[in-house]
């Protein structure tokens, strides 16, 4: 009789123990609405209280997240979360994120998600990645791109050491650095992880101590990706120049970006456009590049090809080390100005002037293409066993 009631008593203890199967669940849909409320009262403090801090990289683009819904906050935002499974601490769903932004259409985008308990708290850390390792590259990808991460890999491991040592970076920390890719497989989804407000069509992205971002489709190729990886890389190796690197204007990021995708794949430099564009009056003030934020639509091409124009006018006037050193003095602190003196030995209007003047004028004729000269069609010359006319067959 003792020994039944102590097996009572000891079942009855070990149900009061057992975890509760919805106690993951409560704990985590708590968050979402903390989140939800942060996003739409700009409280970026009250939202990343909610991010986990195990992936420093995402915890570097969920600050980037914070910090744009802090200025620009959505007029409204719903996470639901589909079917939870629960293992040691962890937890995956199917997240469905869907925002509006002020004055805007609604948005959604959909993906399964990660949340990690800690101290008694589930937190937000991120996408659920499949993974792809290889020496010093680390791929993140959608289902269904396990091809481009292979692609991916070998893109990346032929770009990497051209785009350091053209940085002059191939003695520093970053080649022995683990390069972590992430590959999505949607434009919706990569806006997303970037910010709610993000609209503009995008192939890649990047900021400092984040992973780079990549769209891609299915049917990526080495060498697309190749061209796109040198592209982000580019920015990677930028912002080692110096503390203050992405606050250099916005132009010489861009510019630089693409002159390291020159570099690597060979590709023509925007020379053609640029003088069409001085023939029209169409180059655009620097100081309207300059702002991520501030840019006019307008002008947002010009970023990308005036800069890089620009960009390479320097490297191939001055030398590449002395662009190096332009970007690093910046990157350090300076002002456009002040690194340009230092640097290459002109303020930055000296040095404005001279690129321009180094292009057509304004409402200077377009050349005619050069004529091809003609071919003269080659004389035929009887063969040396042609018989005479009329000789039988």
Partial sequence: MLSAMLHLMLSASLCLAAPDPDAARLGIESQLRVMEQAMVKADAPAYLAAVSEADSEFLHEQRYFANDFAKKPPAEVTISLG????????????????WTMPGAKAREVAFDARFIE????????????????????????????????????????????????????????????????????????LQHSICLSYTDGLGGWNEPKESVKILAGRSSRVNQLKGLLSHEYGHVATFELGPKSNVMPWWVLEGVAELSSEVVVHGRRPRATLE???RAGRIAPWDSL?????????????????????????SDTFGREKLNAWMTEM?????????????LG????QLAAEWRAALPEEGAEEPAPAEEPKKEEPKKEPAATEEPAGAPK
């Fill in 290 to 314: 300059a702002d991520f934020e501030n840019c006019e639509d307008k002008w947002k091409g010009h970023v990308y090809t005036q800069g890089h124009h620009m960009i390479g006018y320097i």
């Fill in 118 to 189: 800690a101290d008694g708290k589930w937190l937000y850390a991120g996408e659920v990645w499949e993974r792809h390792e290889a020496p010093g590259v680390m791929v993140l990808f959608d289902p269904g791109l396990e091809e481009v991460a292979t692609n991916t890999v070998e893109a990346f491991t032929a770009v990497r050491a051209k785009v350091e040592e053209s940085f002059g970076l191939e003695k520093s920390a970053l080649p022995a650095r683990t390069q972590k890719i992430k590959l999505y497989g949607s434009m919706k989804h």
């Fill in 331 to 343: 990157s350090r602190g300076a002002t456009i100005d002040g690194a340009s003196v230092t640097a």
């Fill in 83 to 98: 079917e939870l499974k629960e293992t040691d601490g962890a937890a995956t769903a199917r997240v469905t994120w869907a």
């Fill in 276 to 278: 069409r564009w001085a």
């Fill in 346 to 349: 002109r303020p930055f209007a």
